[in-house]
T-cell receptor, first 113, second 117 residues
């Protein structure tokens, strides 16, 4: 158990819908990262937040957005969902976000039908 | 062009033997970081080891070591004394600085390792 929690574990929804994935980092970790893992795209870094502010941005679509709240939990919002958005979404956390170890949550499996 | 290349889609190793998983990278950023992660069949991602571009020594963490050859732009993972529990997918990743000064993380396609009893 990494100490990072993600909810829900599984999510099934329809095209065009909007969903919110939630992540709670390990106690004391200020950085939160979001990743998408799909069969055709592999593991893709989406975005990083550090202490509430965006620190790094990867291949995150405009239909996706994220934020980190004052209590350091983070949410990833996915809207206008398409079949290709079906993937495993990981959240990770670290203390500083530079060279520190990233601890991954168990992931949220999103299926878009 | 691929920024992180893992040329071995699958590898087998006999239990207790050492195995090297290859990773080459491409970046013009002088300050970058290299990571290895393990993903067992259960799906979770486990951080294994980190190497900074300015680190003089090769990183080691228990049975894991990173063979960092900067001039060749390679960052191979060496697992010594393989165990059955090492069977998993292994990902090499790089952190580099973007033009805007933020970080970006790029992952390779992974190598599936199977340890044989």
């Amino acid at each position: 158990d990494s100490g990072v929690t993600q909810t829900p574990k599984h999510l099934i929804t329809a095209t065009g819908q909007r969903v919110t994935l939630r992540c709670s980092p390990r106690s004391g970790d200020l950085s939160v990262y979001w990743y998408q893992q799909s069969l055709d795209q592999g593991l893709q870094f989406l975005i990083q937040y550090y202490n509430g502010e965006e620190r790094a941005k990867g291949n995150i679509l405009e239909r996706f957005s994220a934020q980190q709240f004052p209590d350091l939990h983070s949410e990833l919002n996915l809207s206008s969902l398409e079949l290709g958005d079906s993937a495993l979404y990981f959240c990770a956390s670290s203390v500083e976000g530079v060279s520190d170890t990233q601890y991954f949550g168990p992931g949220t499996r999103l299926t878009v039908l | 062009a691929q920024k992180i290349t893992q040329t071995q889609p699958g590898m087998f190793v006999q239990e207790k033997e050492a195995v090297t998983l290859d990773c080459t990278y491409d970046t013009s950023d002088p300050s970058y970081g290299l990571f290895w992660y393990k993903q067992p069949s259960s799906g979770e991602m486990i951080f294994l080891i980190y190497q900074g571009s300015y680190d003089q020594q090769n990183a080691t963490e228990g049975r894991y070591s990173l063979n960092f050859q900067k001039a060749r732009k390679s960052a191979n993972l060496v697992i010594s004394a393989s165990q059955l529990g090492d069977s998993a997918m292994y990902f090499c990743a790089m952190r580099e600085v973007t033009e805007s000064g933020t970080y970006k993380y790029i992952f390779g396609t992974g190598t599936r390792l199977k340890v044989l009893a």
